[in-house]
């Protein structure tokens, strides 16, 4: 015992902590000694007292910071104490197990999540994706079904933007990286092809297989392809269309691609990127280089 309402659980109590170990609801405070090997996801409920949680250096398996409690790499929440109202969360953190939210009040929860999201997209390795994506697999670029079984990409779009992406990306690259350098890819490999086509209908599909299998095409084959891509990359994607600053004055028809990372949405200009060489990764409508760009109508995208 530390105190009043604070324990030790160390070597001689318990190596796997479970809702059965932690009778007294009243604590506020919990060090976890190096033996303990297993924290159930039940094991801090109803604790709506506990304000911090520290870990032995010596545990193999957990580590705590800012009064948390985290997996040993601190890649995944375990839990957040429910009365511990401020705490700072490493950028390493990818996702959040089951109940580690448990007791923390709802708009603290939203911001935790959020975070948490943030940094998934930026720091988060391609199998922390949420949902159906792209994984890369013995020399190819495989599909991850949302029940985890990897099969070959089952269309013909899903398979030329996975080519693409495996001729770019690495296992080893952070989403982010694997974005960014599919984005540069797509922008230097593809040949702009001037067309004064106004596409109509659906679309984006045909487009986005022409460009990426023709090497050429026009603003909205830019737009499309990469919207595409960054939907198998493990990111909410949409095609955008409607006008922007024309070089010879006025404004012209334009296409880009509107991508979510994190909380917030971002324009991704492929096409500009090849004519400008750089400045159109990643930016929001007030810092868009060649602004103001106009926004008329927006396409999602799914496989």
Known sequence: MLGTNSLTVSAGDYEVLDYSSFPDHSITSIHIGSDVYEITSTA???????????????????????????????TELVC???????????????????????????KLRREIVAVVEDNGSVNGMEWDAPGEHFIHSTGSVKWVLENGDIVDPPSELMKMAADLVNVCTTFSMTRAEQLEASFDYLAKSVVYERSMEVPSGDWTGSYAM?????????????????AYIAKGLGYDAMVCTGTVTSALGGRTPHAWTEVKVGRNWYVFDAEMQRA????????????????PIKKEASYPVNY
């Open 210 to 226: 022409n460009t990426m299998s023709e090497h050429k095409g026009n603003c909205y084959g830019y737009a499309a392809a990469f």
């Open 276 to 291: 400008k060489g750089s400045g159109y990764y990643k930016q929001t409508y007030e810092s868009y280089p060649a602004g």
């Open 80 to 106: 957040y104490p429910p009365a511990l109202s401020a705490s700072y969360i490493p950028n390493t953190v990818v996702s959040i197990s089951k109940n580690a939210l448990s007791g923390v009040p709802e």
């Open 44 to 74: 801090f409920r109803g604790m709506g007292h506990l304000k911090c949680i520290t870990v032995s250096k010596n545990n193999p398996f957990y580590s705590s910071y800012s009064g948390c409690l985290y997996d040993k790499m601190q």
